[in-house]
């Protein structure tokens, strides 16, 4: 690694001091970014900051939003709500990823078409089966109300709880993903020496497989807090009337009070929030790979 | 004592995956439900929903998502690449910072996207892109993040040594 | 360079290859659920076979989110006729975003109440009118309900279901209660939300749509609602042990319009579809088929329609009209209201 970069940050005769080469292939998918995605969000964050009576640069939207509590709160409840389905998706992946990253055994074909196979069926409908299991009168409380173990159905949807069961679900797919790629670059051999050497399988997981997936672990995670804190269809359906993150606000302001520049505004805290994670994320994942590999 | 854990983990890789399938399962049995009340009852079931796919209505829109889908996933899957490749493989100057980039319409909401490129192409004339050409567009965009996600964790892991003479 | 060329050519084909067969029909967007059946059957067939158009019926969207797409696209939503209220219609056409359906357009407009015509301005073509009524399950309230404060009687303790603020129903709820409690219909609402938060407290909870408010009733976990007329109409004969009133405080109707966006496609074809509806045969058909009032007085009806529906200048003139414009002005300052005295009163 540090060799290749030494290369190829050396001059070369004829050349630019900094190579274009490594960037050419970047030119394709960088122009339909800008064209796509950063000049309509350029677009968007310029609304964020313009005023009622026209202006073209005013913090009004911002002022108002930070002296809402109810906006406030819901931006509270964004963070709260990812960091748990990050935490939850991440802890649950993970078995998953290691099983299908060593497993031998013919049933792996099906363990990974069961884990991956929920991303085919769309977040609207799956949601909609949570719904079904979670609800007052769904299936879990009719089962306990039936035999007699719970009077009054338990409180398992229109609260956080429902949503992070039901996010949990959305997200787990990209959780096991990322980590079964990252699991699967550890050299089985570490593992079998450490064995050989009489280490306990439990510290063959806490003193090498877990360090080693750790790149594995900060991108599941920061992939989950991502997908989550822009979700909007649910938190929608099973958070309740209550429940408001950003990404519902921000769909009620665009498409109820038509108050776009609010949206605006909504959309430029969640996303200096995501990109100050993600970059905080690939940051550490980068420091912590340069740390295991020397 | 190991014998627990591999007992622990099969237990929990079992419940992890009924946890995936739950809903799933509850999504197929309203597929083949008689009416909008969802019945556990195999005796019941019937396929007449699916049979209604056949009809104009819902096969336009049917066939519309499968036109998008496999031009995205062209489109997506060849730029996705051509990202991956410069960020992970040849891990041009600034790499972590270009995959943040690379990855950051994830962190916004798909509403905030839709709206910012409908505002795009209307205030600025293009009427003829919305529609059809806007949604492959905007979907690329959508997915782009996650192909370059995902080529680029396997590329991680390619031993570029191999390639020196 | 071969794969940006190959990138270039991909990326053509699929401009020519992708856009819809459509271009030519006529689109309308109005609402799923049994709107659908009814207006298929009796509007749109019918239309069909007399104008030779094939109609394509979009049923995505609630009227906000509709009217959000033609703002957002300045007219051009890619639909050319669509059903929204009349706050929508006016709005719309004071942005420019409608198309003005003057009688000239749209020669049928001229038949309508002029009252109605008013309300909705010029770019709305009022289709059909329902108004805000009281529902409730014969079975579970033998001798029923006349008054809105009814809903906070005893016995509807925990069996109540309220719309969320995104349902316009939630803001008409607040209006009338207002009324119903001393205050009026926009600017002394303090007693509507006083009352609407008290009943949110002994209420089931809230839900979004109307149809997911429905299953309530069906399954008996609410026993009363507040509820659009035509909509409960249609629930009662489809068997459901329930009725419903225009409770005697008065209440408020809901104006629907049809509408066509300043950049539609097909407009001729548009004005004609609007004009179709808009039809005595149509009419009738409308109001007896979705059991809606209309706004047109010349139509035949059965007496058991007329008694429930607003067809005549009478039963306008029975009704609260709040000022739309000004109603729609307040509803940010509303919805913030109902998140912080409503919403945090459910149990």
Redesign the interface.
């Given at each position: 690694m540090t060799s290749l970069e030494t290369t190829s940050l050396r001059p070369q005769p004829g050349r630019l001091p900094v190579r274009l080469g490594p960037f050419l292939p970047l030119a394709p998918p960088s122009l339909i970014l800008v064209f796509v995605f950063a000049i309509p969000m350029g677009l968007m964050i310029g609304l964020s900051f313009r005023g009622s009576n026209g202006e073209l640069a005013t913090l009004d939207n911002y002022q108002r939003f930070f002296s809402d509590d109810l906006m406030l709160a819901g931006l509270w409840r964004t963070a709260l709500m990812s960091g748990l389905v990050a935490v939850c998706v991440t802890v649950i992946a993970y078995p998953v990823a290691y099983y299908l990253a060593r497993s031998r055994s013919p049933w792996r074909t099906v363990v990974f078409a069961l884990a991956i196979a929920p991303e085919l069926a769309g977040v609207v409908l799956r949601t909609y089966g949570w719904l079904v299991i979670l609800e007052d009168h769904g299936a879990i409380n009719s089962v306990l109300l039936w035999s007699g173990l719970i009077l009054e159905p338990l409180p398992l949807s229109k609260n956080l709880l429902g949503v992070v069961i039901g996010l949990t679900h959305v997200v787990l797919p990209f959780g096991i993903l990322s980590l079964l790629t990252s699991i699967q670059g550890i050299d089985p051999n570490l593992e079998r020496a450490a064995q050989i050497l009489g280490a306990s399988r439990l510290s063959i997981i806490r003193r090498i497989i877990l360090p080693l997936s750790v790149p594995g672990i900060i991108s599941s995670l920061l992939i989950a807090f991502t997908m989550s804190a822009s979700a909007y269809a649910t938190p929608a359906l099973l958070g309740g009337a209550g429940f408001k993150v950003l990404a519902t606000m921000v769909y009620e302001q665009v498409l109820f009070y038509i108050d776009w520049p609010m949206a605006a505004v909504m959309a430029v805290l969640l996303l200096v929030m995501m990109l100050g994670m993600a970059l905080a994320g690939t940051r550490a994942e980068a420091r912590l790979q340069c740390k295991l590999h020397i | 004592?190991?014998r627990i854990?591999?007992l622990c983990?099969r237990l929990?890789?079992f419940l992890?995956?009924a946890?995936?399938?739950?809903?799933?399962?509850?999504?197929f049995a309203?597929s083949v439900s008689p009416s909008a009340a969802?019945s556990f009852d195999p005796s019941q079931w019937t396929l007449a929903w699916f049979a209604e796919l056949a009809d104009r209505?819902w096969l336009?829109p049917f066939l519309?998502s499968i036109?998008?889908a496999a031009?995205v996933t062209?489109?997506s899957g060849?730029?996705?690449f051509?990202?991956a490749?410069?960020?992970a493989y040849?891990?041009?100057?600034g790499h972590?910072?270009?995959?943040?980039?690379?990855?950051?319409?994830?962190?916004?909401?798909?509403?905030?996207?839709g709206?910012?490129?409908?505002?795009?192409l209307?205030?600025t004339g293009f009427?003829s892109l919305?529609?059809?050409?806007g949604l492959?567009?905007?979907h690329?965009?959508l997915t782009?993040p996650?192909v370059?996600?995902?080529i680029a964790?396997?590329m991680?892991?390619f031993d570029?040594s191999l390639l020196k003479p | 360079m071969k794969t940006s060329k190959g990138l270039a050519t991909m990326i053509g084909m699929i401009m020519v290859w992708a856009p819809g067969a459509i271009a030519q029909d006529l689109i309308v967007n109005s609402y799923g659920g049994p709107y659908e059946a009814i207006i298929r059957e009796r509007i749109i067939e019918p239309f069909e076979q007399q104008f030779g158009v094939d109609v394509v019926y979009d049923a995505v969207g609630s009227a906000s989110q509709d009217y959000a797409k033609i703002k957002a696209t300045g007219g051009r939503p890619g639909f050319d006729v669509v059903v929204m209220t009349a706050s929508q219609s006016l709005d719309g056409c004071r942005d420019g975003l409608l198309e003005p359906l003057t009688p000239a357009a749209v020669p049928n407009v001229a038949a309508l109440n002029p009252r109605v015509r008013e309300i909705a301005g010029e770019c709305g073509a009022v289709h059909e009118l329902q108004y805000l009524s009281l529902v409730w399950r014969k079975d579970k309230l033998p001798q029923g309900l006349t008054s809105w404060s009814d809903l906070l009687d005893d016995k509807l303790e925990g069996k109540v279901i309220l719309p969320t603020f995104q349902n316009v129903m939630a803001a008409y709820l607040i209006a009338v209660m207002s009324v119903t409690h001393g205050g009026d219909l926009l600017e002394a609402v303090d007693p509507g939300f006083q009352a609407v938060a008290e009943l949110a407290h002994r209420s089931v909870g809230f839900e979004q749509a109307s149809s997911v408010m429905e299953t309530y009733i069906k399954d008996g976990r609410a026993w009363a609602m507040p509820f659009w007329n035509g909509r409960a109409q249609l629930l009662m004969e489809s068997g459901l042990p329930i009725d419903y009133v225009s409770p005697k405080e008065g209440t408020v109707p809901l104006v629907a319009t049809l509408n066509v966006p300043s950049g539609a496609e097909n407009k001729d074809a548009a004005l004609k579809f609007v004009n179709f509806w808009l039809e005595k045969t149509s009419q009738e058909a409308w109001v007896t088929g979705y059991k809606v009032g209309s706004a047109r007085p010349d139509i035949d009806v059965p007496d058991d329609v007329r008694n429930r529906q607003i067809t005549t200048a009478a039963d306008l003139d029975a009704l609260l009209l709040p000022d739309l414009a000004a109603l729609s002005q307040r509803l940010p300052q509303w919805g913030s209201r109902w998140e912080r005295e409503v919403v945090t009163q459910a149990r």
């Open positions: - | 004592m190991d854990l591999s983990f929990s890789l992890i995956l946890f995936i399938a739950l809903p799933i399962l509850v999504v309203a969802i209505r336009d519309l036109k998008l031009a062209v489109l060849l730029l996705g051509l990202a490749y410069a960020v040849q891990k041009c100057p972590e910072a270009i995959m943040a980039i690379l990855v950051s319409p994830l962190a916004v909401p798909q509403i905030v996207k709206v910012a490129i409908v505002l795009l209307s205030s009427y919305l529609g059809t050409p492959v567009m905007a690329i965009i782009l996650f370059v996600r995902m964790g396997a991680y892991n570029t | -």
